[in-house]
């Protein structure tokens, strides 16, 4: 069955230091690939999204994602955190053959420290 | 736009009350879904629609649950009677699948709600 993996639950980092949120997806196919961000209390906001083309991806707020199909990986980065990006993020994926509904990650908590 | 309303924001209930949480999506998107945020269980798909017609409703956990959407800018959640552990996060989205970028969702700010 099709899988969305985030396989880090908690990530801490030092705001200023770099950071990189993993996701591995398991499909046939290349599927579209989205990041979300999800802030305390509020609802989730996509981030950005892959569908073809450019492997790296370009998204708000600073973060990139970098599509590897070798590797079945959509990894979240970002050059410099800052306090305000400490959040749950999201991986999902929607199926080629079947784009009605998205394919949630379990979610990586970051926590970002002065 | 105003994005997706979902009201109330907040819900708190007594066990065996019936509770009900309204939807309005994007107007010209023709999906609607409605998920579950609990920190055991992560974000769940309950049920979708396409152009008002429930397509999955594998999600939803049992006959307690029902959900609507009589047109195209409203959609209710309802559960009774209600139990303390539906307490949860619930969530509205809406996506307009046109397109490759059809499938992208944007979510409402979300109902919690507490079942005492």
């Known amino acids: 069955a099709q899988s969305v993996t985030q396989p880090d639950i908690h990530i801490t980092v030092s705001e200023g230091a770099s950071l990189e949120l993993r996701c591995n997806y398991s499909y046939g196919a290349t599927p579209y690939l989205f990041w979300y961000v999800q802030s305390p209390g509020q609802g989730l906001q996509l981030l950005l999204k892959?569908?073809?083309?450019?492997?790296l991806v370009q998204g708000i707020k600073g973060f990139e994602a970098e599509f590897k199909r070798s590797q079945s990986s959509f990894n979240l980065r970002k050059p410099s955190v800052h306090w305000s990006d400490a959040a749950e993020y999201f991986c999902a994926v929607a199926l080629t053959y079947n784009t009605d509904k998205l394919i949630f990650g379990t979610g990586t908590r970051l926590q970002v420290f002065p | 736009d105003a994005g997706v309303i979902q009201s109330p924001r907040h819900e708190v209930t007594e066990m065996g009350q019936e509770v009900t949480l309204r939807c309005k999506p994007i107007?010209?998107?023709?999906?609607l879904f409605w998920y579950r945020q609990t920190m055991m269980r992560g974000l769940e798909l309950l049920i979708y629609f396409n152009n008002n017609v429930p397509i999955d409703d594998s999600g939803m956990p049992e006959d307690r649950f029902s959900a609507k959407m009589p047109n195209a800018s409203f959609s209710t959640l309802k559960i009774q009677p209600s139990e303390p552990r539906d307490s949860a996060v619930y969530f509205c989205a809406s996506s307009s699948g046109k397109g490759r970028g059809g499938n992208e969702q944007f979510f409402g700010p979300g109902t919690r709600l507490t079942v005492l």
């Open positions: 107007s010209g998107h023709d999906y």
């Open positions: 892959y569908f073809s083309g450019d492997t």
